[in-house]
């Protein structure tokens, strides 16, 4: 049954929506809050499905959110935050895995297929020529031409 | 007995497919023309059948008939009559329905207006056509029924979740199934030409409109998605490369692709297998983001063993659509030759490399959205890939297509000159290179691939304009002439110039948005106020508002500048939160106040107590560009979609060419 219970449109699965909550610590240097921001969009909120620390009022989210407050006021550089984060959670608070043997396929994957698809492109673009201009006419088609030629080609 | 009536048509309707399935196909390998015309009345029939048994469900939830135990599930009695209708495809059976209905119209369409297409070829799309509806209609009777009755009949419905009840959310998901279910046709024509092993302009002239129709479909779905997940879900956000979002993006991407590689079949006979397996490609990713979004296998694995039944039949469906469709393709792709030569700069390589980065693309988008799954199967390490990824590996690959689409338009046929189209694209650059300039001096000390991207935008946007002053020879000509020849314009060259135009349009408001998106959020009380950007809110009021089926707090605050001596006019905004009567959820109505320049979204949330009320708002610059280029882009492929070159070679021209004429 909970199967049903799955959420009803394509949508849906995002949500975590509910009343909005607001921080109440925010660090009063912009420059400051701002990179707070620009880490927490980086940070998964670990119980929603596929969110940002940003984009949730879930509990956790919430204290994540004030941990990293908390070190950019401390003087943390964001290596540093995100060290003590993934310490602490693993790369999965990561929403950009770093990379690594697990992430091989991830990172380079996009290159290679584009390396790949690019030599697919070039040899097509490469081998038509000779391929279609060189060919000479079989035996049939020059037997055909042969009585075009002679003007009978009824 | 409603309800009995719609099982029993949808009984009806599977035994036309059956029917459908098998004589034109048995026909075609014959010879006979006889058992090829089956196809017709029996797609005819089946439509009928199927229609018939979605008015019964749709009656059903009109008089919330709590006994059909999709309704009890997701209806109430107090549901507005928009909702009640949407209601019929916002849930797991009825959206199937709806699939099918509209699987078995395209299949009539294609029944009626093929009339021209050779014999085989029309008997074999019908009879592929059908075969995908054999497996919707099964699935539906043997797991997923949506007359399935209630022994114990409930008083009152469950209600359909709130956040879904919004005219964005009512037209999002049936246009994405449009979408879905045009791609299905163009499936269709890709296996029936593998079987008949001949694929020629002719056949890319059919594909084409199907092609443009399903990916005009995707894209309002999609579009309609964002918009109402910027409009309801008071983040502000309105794409989040969430799994279910992906999961419609790639076929989307495929869709686009096969558009233009079927450009370069139509007109130059060429890239007949790539098209072919793209055509397989869009329609597999169709299934896979109606079941397996559904399913929710990609959120977790879990999902499928709640439900084996289902998860299994899902399974063997895809795997017997696409993999018997990659097989056929295996065995037969090779007796499509290619045709037509060109140089390695020319409109046909513009065009293979544009399709080169919109597959790597779709690719990127599958495997990140795979990833933390395979992770987890096969490494045990609980990994995500989110916004992050997808937008540094996106900004990077849309790059080199992005350059493609400032060039391909130009580039001629069979062999280019990119010196001269560098020449006249001089001015151009130029502007786009100023603009790119301007941009990264105006925000200097941040990032700088937004003030690349601006310049990239700028420079799309002006080529497109450009590539169509060129054709109607603006300037070159006297005034006049320019006008006539742009008026004689076919429509499909509109097409493209508009759905350039608008993706630069929107990509401009991307990087607005993206790149300069603003925040502020406190905690006020009646009086109180604070600053966004160039604006000052300040909370008058906040009163309950009772609707329909919600009650609700709506703020009342004031927006002004934010230096008092400076001019410019005050607004009101009237943001709510509302909680439905039906279930235990909230939503938030955030109030936008559009300009070209950017969107201000104000959003209030819950009491703090002591009449405090949290205030969140956002300024995001160039956030209407999206939505106004995105309505270009539709607008130029509905335009396209009018050309009637796509009617030339049918029994309809005649008529067709009477239409135009008559036209205003």
Avoid at chain 2, 130 to 143: D, E, H
Avoid at chain 2, 442 to 448: H, L, M, S
Wanted: glycine share 10%; net charge positive.
């Amino acid at each position: 049954m909970k199967f049903l219970l799955i959420p009803i449109l394509f949508m849906t699965l995002v949500l975590n929506a509910g009343a909005i909550g607001v921080d109440k610590d925010r660090l009063q240097d912009p420059e400051q809050e701002a990179r707070a921001q620009h880490l927490m969009k980086q940070l998964r909120c670990l119980v929603c499905q596929n969110q940002s620390i940003v984009e949730s009022d879930a509990e956790l989210a919430q204290d994540l959110r004030a941990i990293v407050r908390e070190q950019i006021s401390a003087g943390k550089t964001d290596p540093e935050i995100f060290k003590f984060m993934t310490t602490r959670y693993g790369d999965w608070v990561l929403l950009k895995p770093p990379f690594n043997s697990a992430t091989v396929i991830l990172w380079l994957g996009p290159i290679a297929l584009l390396l790949v698809g690019g030599f697919l492109i070039f040899r097509t673009i490469r081998r038509k020529p000779e391929q279609d201009i060189a060919r000479p006419l079989t035996a049939a088609e020059e037997k055909h031409l042969e009585k075009i030629i002679k003007g009978d080609n009824q | 007995m409603i309800a009995e009536l719609g099982h029993y048509f949808l009984v009806l309707a599977l035994g036309l497919a059956v029917i459908q399935a098998i004589f034109p196909m048995i026909g075609a390998a014959q010879g006979s023309a006889r058992m090829m015309m089956l196809g017709q009345p029996a797609a005819y029939g089946q439509f009928f059948f199927s229609l018939l048994a979605f008015l019964a469900l749709t009656y059903s939830y009109l008089i919330s008939d709590f006994s059909v135990a999709v309704i009890a599930r997701n209806s109430h009695s107090l549901k507005p009559l928009l909702y009640k209708i949407s209601g019929v495809w916002g849930n797991h059976e009825g959206s199937l329905l709806f699939w099918v209905m509209f699987l078995a119209l395209f299949g009539a369409m294609v029944a009626y207006f093929g009339r021209g297409l050779p014999k085989s070829l029309r008997a074999r799309v019908l009879s592929v056509q059908a075969m995908v509806g054999i497996g919707f209609y099964l699935f539906m009777l043997l797991t997923s029924n949506p007359f399935d009755r209630l022994a114990d009949v409930p008083f009152e419905g469950n209600g359909l979740n709130p956040l879904l009840q919004d005219p964005g959310l009512v037209f999002h998901p049936p246009f994405l199934y449009l979408g879905y279910v045009g791609l299905s046709v163009v499936f269709s024509f890709a296996i029936a030409a593998l079987i008949e092993g001949r694929v020629d302009p002719a056949w890319a002239r059919w594909v084409r409109p199907w092609t443009l129709l399903a990916w005009v479909f995707l894209t309002i779905g999609i579009v309609l998605g964002s918009w109402w997940a910027y409009y309801e879900l008071g983040w502000g956000g309105w794409w989040a490369w969430d799994p279910v979002e992906n999961a419609s993006f790639m076929p989307w991407l495929v869709a686009t692709a096969l558009l233009h590689s079927a450009i370069v079949v139509e007109k130059r006979d060429t890239l007949k297998s790539w098209t072919i397996l793209l055509a397989i490609i869009a329609f597999s990713f169709s299934l896979l983001g109606t079941f397996i979004v559904r399913s929710g296998i990609i959120t977790s694995v879990h999902a499928f063993a709640t439900d084996p039944e289902r998860g299994l039949y899902i399974l063997v469906f895809l795997a017997l659509v696409i993999g018997g469709s990659l097989l056929l393709f295996a065995i037969r792709s090779d007796k499509l030759q290619a045709g037509g030569l060109f140089a390695p700069i020319s409109r046909e390589s513009g065009l293979m490399i544009n399709n080169l980065f919109l597959s790597v693309a779709t690719a990127v988008v599958l495997y990140g959205t795979m990833h933390p799954l395979l992770s987890d199967a096969f490494f045990g390490v609980k990994s995500s890939v989110g916004a992050p990824f997808f937008n540094l590996v996106f900004s990077l690959l849309m790059i080199p297509l992005v350059v493609t689409m400032v060039y391909g338009p130009h580039l001629k046929w069979k062999r280019a000159d990119i010196k001269g189209i560098n020449q006249r694209l001089m001015a151009v650059t130029g502007i786009a290179l100023l603009a790119g300039l301007m941009t990264f001096y105006a925000t200097y000390g941040g990032a700088i691939m937004p003030a690349v991207w601006i310049g990239i935008g700028v420079w799309l946007l002006l080529s497109s304009l450009q590539e169509l002053s060129n054709r109607i020879k603006l300037f070159q000509v006297p005034f006049k002439d320019s006008m006539s020849r742009l008026r004689r314009q076919p429509r499909s060259s509109w097409g493209m110039t508009l759905g350039h135009f608008g993706f630069a349009v929107g990509l401009l408001g991307i990087v607005g948005t993206s790149a300069w998106t603003i925040e502020a959020q406190k905690v006020m009380g009646l009086g109180e106020d604070m600053t966004i950007g160039d604006y000052r809110l300040t909370l008058k009021d906040v009163i309950p508002v009772a609707g329909p089926n919600y009650t609700a707090v709506r703020g009342i605050i004031s927006v002004s500048p934010k230096n008092a001596e400076e001019n410019g006019k005050s607004f009101m905004a009237y943001p709510e939160t509302r909680t439905y009567v039906s279930s235990p959820i909230t939503t938030t109505e955030g109030d936008v106040k559009t300009t070209m320049a950017g969107d201000l979204f104000v959003v209030i949330g819950e009491s703090q107590g002591q009449g405090r009320w949290g205030i969140r708002a956002y300024y995001k610059p160039m956030q209407v560009w999206f939505w106004i280029g995105t309505t270009i882009v539709v607008l130029g492929g509905l335009i396209s979609l009018s050309d009637r070159r796509y009617r030339i070679g049918t029994p309809q021209r005649q008529k067709a060419s009477r239409k135009v004429k008559h036209a205003p």
